[in-house]
């Protein structure tokens, strides 16, 4: 691990010595660890990714590969040949081959399991049996297990010279077939006579995890356990591994990335994506935007002759619109970040939908007033002034409640509120703002 | 520690027993824990919590407001009175009164310090002496340290009876001035001759934190350290707590999420602000949002003739803007999250931005098309669908250029691009947009 300048530093000269020296590669970066390199990779573009990638040690690449981002590692996977991913798996653990088998068609991913190892073959398969939002598939199986049978004395006898893997601050004991029977912390290890059997000792109240559970609800619960990790177990009991606080970490890290990439609508993660992916993947997004604006533009196209009449109403009409939208956006946020805490919740939606509703009234009212003093200097026509100051509240008002009301519906819809929240919402304040801007003008003012 | 479910349940039932049968509540509700507790009131509107506040029991209010958001936490505390919190004080760890005392001003503060006692008087005010960013404001001190002069075999007999704290998963060793020497993971504990002096076989190589280190590098300090927690130092060398990776992922999540509420233009994060209070900070970013509208509109104002003949211009003007806008947020996106985890520096933004451009450029050729097809359908002038297509691809190269240069300059100048970014990105696109089409319009069209 090195510091964050001296990998700013290293970054620059790769990306120096790639187009220009690159013989002096291999030899100059030899002080970074996997992770260091897995950011590197994705701090790169996409060409000289493969360039540096050729050039890596294959015996560290199955490790790089599983830590890079989900995207980038895709986008490195789609270049290397098959044989070569049959033999970087070979060179890796279980989990990480499961991280890597995951960017690759089912039929190849099949093919390469199968040149792998039984025991290695068998817990890629079961991993690959959860989807991809369970924790049954990032089982880290490095857990320190020891038997129930075995006494104080045996594993204090084999922990001076066993290795510890990091994050171990308990012993994870099970009996013969390997079933959890519960932990050991080092004050029930240290204060047990030696003879003490560890069956009789493990504290089996302590949480554990499930296979089954997802990777959030995991994540929630190690952290709120007080535990460096907490054992992991299938539905039959069985121990197969454990979670850490720093798994925990990983998904939480990855979580809020996604969330925040989510919510400006972009949906690649990865810096450097290959143009044509990325020109692809943002193109949806923008034809969406397309139509919703489409939309907005027919509701001014209803309105013409008035706009032709008034022009001051093209002029500001898009105050109205954007007023709404940054109401609606504000408790857009608020309402998502609340979803995806659990603090709103079915019981105080409607207290939070009374508060918005108040805010934004407060707001509109304010910024109404402003916005009609404001008109009313540059066109000198009061009744345009209680046109746009009364369609700015009322799309406020709009926007506040929607912003509660659309992402609450998708989330009961299975979508991810930050994913559709703002289009749908944008759509909505901008359609509400011309309609009953250039409507009330329509009636009113000519 | 309940879970979600029950959570959502005992949200329910107490939101209904605070207005229907507050006797029943203080009985009812004892499973919670301090984290707990901390949820259920950020959950419930400020005027519930207060009610809900003065039935907790005295003892685990100061572990509760630590426990807490900050914003919801002030918002409590203003309704405290002072000789509470001195009491609340009193019953709670130094860190805990720190975060407590942020809340209040600083002539509050130093009369509250005054009441506690000598001991806790030093730590508090040694903790503020830093700034809110910094590790030792937030030193959590209950670190197990044993001194160096102590033997392997003192420090299993005193293993048996001393409880540890969590993430206890080495010992951090101090020479008899408190000086740290270094730490003894459980190998080098179990694996060393009983006699063995702990500071010779503690290992001084190994990471350390010290107190003036911002608090986001601390944390990933830990988070790659491979260790449940870091040893804090002062700049003297002298031990003073630690860090684990649990206070590493709390710091992650604070981080996370105010860049997600910065992102959507909200500044509390308190979910049930008082209306006030919430409709005062919102207030600032509408106020800010309007000002940029209106150099929008004044774009618009200097067209007005070119609308008044071609009204079409009025019903297409706003998608030219809005694709603009995703364009640029797509963009902005990505480069704030690639400064913000470090993978987008100096030395690469060239190939980012070229990169970006090159995407912009592909998709404003294909939309620039589609609206075109759509512009020339519906209002039958190819003239017009010219100009619009030949707009959008203008403010969607425009856009991208922005979406990085913008985040870039504002991090250069030490203001959070989350924050402002977008506000300035939607000025751009949008007088852009107005500017290159309206006047693209009035130049070919009249």
New interface residues.
Partial sequence: ?IS?EQ??NT??WL??ALHDDVAALPIEAGDLTV?DWA?VL????SDDRYRLWEMLPDTDKGAILAAMRDDARNQLLGRIDQPEIVSIARNSTPEQVVEILDAVSEGVAQRIIRRLSPEDQDSITSAMAYDEEQLGRYLVREAYVVSGTATVGNL?VE??????P????SFLVTDAAGRYLGQV???ML??SPRGARLRDIADSLD?VLTTDMPLL?AS??V??????MLPVLDSGGQLLGRFS??D??DV??EH??A???H????AD?D??AP??V??GR??I???I??L???M??AV??IF?DV??QV?????????V???GG??G??T???T???LA????????LG??GS?EL??AL??GL??GA??AV?AGL?FGNPQLSYIIAGSLLVNMLVASGAGIAIPVLLERNGIDPALAGSVIL?TVT?VVGFMVFLGSAAVLLV
Wanted: negative net charge; contains cysteine.
């Fill in positions: 691990m964050e990998l700013e970054l620059e990306l120096w992770d950011f994705e701090a790169i573009p204090l922990l001076k010279t066993q290795e510890l990091p994050y171990t601050d912390d080092l004050n240290l204060g949480e609800e929630n619960r952290k709120n356990s007080g535990r460096s606080l720093r925990a970490l939480f890290q809020f990335e969330q925040i990439m919510l400006g609508q972009v993660e810096l450097f143009i044509a990325s020109a943002r193109a997004w923008l034809g935007n397309l919703t604006a489409f907005a533009s001014i196209g013409e706009v032709a022009v001051a109403l093209a002029v500001l009409m898009p105050i619109a954007s007023m940054i109401t956006s504000q857009l946020t608020l998502i970040r609340g805490t659990g603090r709103l919740a079915p019981s105080n207290a939070l508060k108040s805010v407060l707001n304010l910024w402003v916005v404001c540059w944008t901008d």
